[in-house]
């Protein structure tokens, strides 16, 4: 065994967050004693005045510091929302698989299409999933290492393309998001501070949107089939998971009734969402305007209640296959199979304890918000207009997501800025937050400080058939591919749309 084989093979993924969590710490008083802070501008929502409002960076490297990180480290694990979010969806999906209901959908719905055009349709899929927010990870990753899986190919295609997907198209959607309707308002402010009677329409981005998705859907698949697959290692089958899939008479009699229960759930469900009919809207915050606002606000019951939402169709869906089929004969038979997913899962729930752990820290610390201020006011310091500009605010934009991926914390502090500057440059606020949305398309895929990246490295993790572990750095690179190619896609269609100057959307252009 050579030397560099020697420390890959102790490099366990785990050791990398705890270097990243020594480090940030390290950093962090670094930071705060040479005095690294910045400012930005805070908009009066009233007066429309902007005042300063100052970060600067707090050290976790001193007496405060390490009270803070003991005193808070249970409780932010705790309230870690994407570990009870995965343990409650992978019971259901749990549920789906050892009923046999994804063999036979799988088998049923793939089993005449190419290899390619299946991923292509699970990519697209998971690019305009994004319209339910952060959970399509937690949905669309384990589901796409068993599509992969049970076509007979490496489970590692599935997660790696679906998290390039997810992460990717987290930014792009011609379905108007609620991340999108809660940077519009930071978007308008920052507008009304130029002009005060500036609108901006919910429909303002469909068109460019339609082509973004159709691009970045093919980009990803045409990356996952010609270069993360030859980049891949074979993936070890036994001789009963090779044999052909045949789909049984009684397991179509399975599916038939899997899809009449869930279908009567969905029913139910879907008219609790719709507004203004008999005893319909339960699920909504009906305190909002905009309808996605009522679907995805704080308060509302869909939003808070749809991971059981769709765990529960996950269970219907496997239950009744089960019943149908008789792989459930007895709620023995259920049971078992609800907690077959969390088998093993003990390495999964330390990655997650330590990403928790980064990630709290590294907030606590506001290193990404001071760096995103002092981008701001970098880029309001120079002389830049149009395309230079364009590419400017694009690049920084896109290197700033690596600390700082939450949207609207980004776009709270760089919508005051920006948008008045970009306007002064002819540049409309729709135009201003699409540069920031693709953007951040670029590399949200390859920052560890996304919540949900640890969920991707720990899927990668357990379909790992090698002694050697899936390192951090290796998960990375499995991404860069897609956010080189899909970040350069993404800039090429914002500087074309800037010089032909055509719709955005229904009445908005770039140019002002």
């Known amino acids: 065994m050579t030397k560099r084989s020697k420390i890959r093979e ?5 050791l990398s967050f705890v270097l990243l969590i020594v480090i940030t710490i390290v950093l962090s008083g670094i930071l705060h004693l040479v005095d690294f802070h910045a400012s930005y501008n805070k908009i009066n929502e009233i007066t429309l005045e902007t005042m300063p409002e100052n970060i600067t960076v707090k050290s976790l490297f001193n007496l405060s510091g390490i009270k803070y990180i003991f005193t808070n480290t249970v409780s932010n694990f705790a309230n870690f929302t994407v570990l009870s979010n995965l343990i409650i969806l992978l019971m259901g999906i749990s549920i789906l698989d050892r009923s046999g209901f994804l063999q036979t959908a799988i088998t049923l719905t793939t089993k005449r299409l190419k290899k390619k055009a299946v ?5 697209f899929l998971c690019v305009i999933s994004s319209v339910f927010g952060d959970l399509s990870y937690l949905i669309f990753i384990p589901l796409g290492a068993l599509l992969f899986y049970y076509g007979k190919r490496n489970p590692a295609i599935g997660i790696i393309a679906s998290f390039a997907a997810l992460s990717c198209g987290s930014a792009i959607n011609f379905i108007f998001t609620s991340s999108d309707s809660a940077l519009l308002k930071f978007t308008t402010l920052a507008s009304h501070t130029i002009n005060a009677n500036y609108t901006i329409s919910m429909l303002g981005f469909v068109f460019i949107m339609l082509l973004a998705v159709s691009i970045v859907s093919s980009i990803i698949t045409v990356i996952t089939e010609n270069v993360i697959v030859k980049k891949l290692p074979k993936y070890d089958f036994t001789e009963v998971e090779l044999e052909e899939d045949i789909v049984t008479k009684d397991e179509r009699k399975g599916m038939l009734l899997a899809c009449i229960s869930a279908s009567i759930y969905l029913i139910i469900f879907i008219y609790s969402i719709i507004p203004g009919l008999p005893l319909s809207g339960a699920l909504l915050d009906n305190s909002q305007v905009a309808y996605i606002d009522k679907l995805f606000s704080v308060n509302s019951f869909f939003s808070n ?10 269970i219907i869906l496997g239950l009744f296959y089960g019943i149908g089929v008789k792989t459930i004969k007895s709620h023995k ?16 729930l330390v990655m997650i304890f330590l990403a928790s752990t980064f990630i709290s820290i590294f907030k606590q610390t506001n290193i990404g918000d001071v760096v995103v201020a002092s981008v701001g006011n970098f880029i309001n310091n120079t002389n ?18 690596l600390v700082l991926p939450t949207s609207t914390m980004k776009w709270s502090i760089l919508a005051p800025t920006i948008v008045p500057l970009l306007m002064g440059a002819e540049i409309s606020p729709e135009f201003s937050q699409l540069i920031f949305r693709f953007a951040e398309g670029a590399t949200m895929n390859i920052t560890p400080v996304l919540a949900y990246f640890i969920v991707y490295l720990a899927f990668l993790e357990k379909y790992n058939q090698h002694s050697e572990n899936i390192r951090l750095i290796d998960a990375i690179k499995y991404q860069l591919p897609y956010t080189a190619v899909v970040g350069i896609a993404l800039l090429a269609i914002i500087i074309i749309w800037y010089i032909i100057n055509i719709p955005l959307g229904i009445s908005t252009f770039p140019i002002l």
Request: proline content about 4%; glycine content about 10%; hydrophobic content about 60%.
């Open 384 to 401: 830049f207009v149009g395309i230079p500009l364009i590419i400017l605010v694009f690049v920084l934009i896109a290197l700033t997501n």
């Open 10 to 14: 102790k490099m366990h993924p785990l």
């Open 333 to 348: 038979d259920f049971f078992d199979n609800l907690g077959h997913s969390l088998d093993g899962i003990g390495t999964t």
């Open 119 to 123: 991923t292509f349709i699970f990519v």
């Open 305 to 314: 209640g749809f991971v059981f939402v769709i765990t529960m169709l996950f």
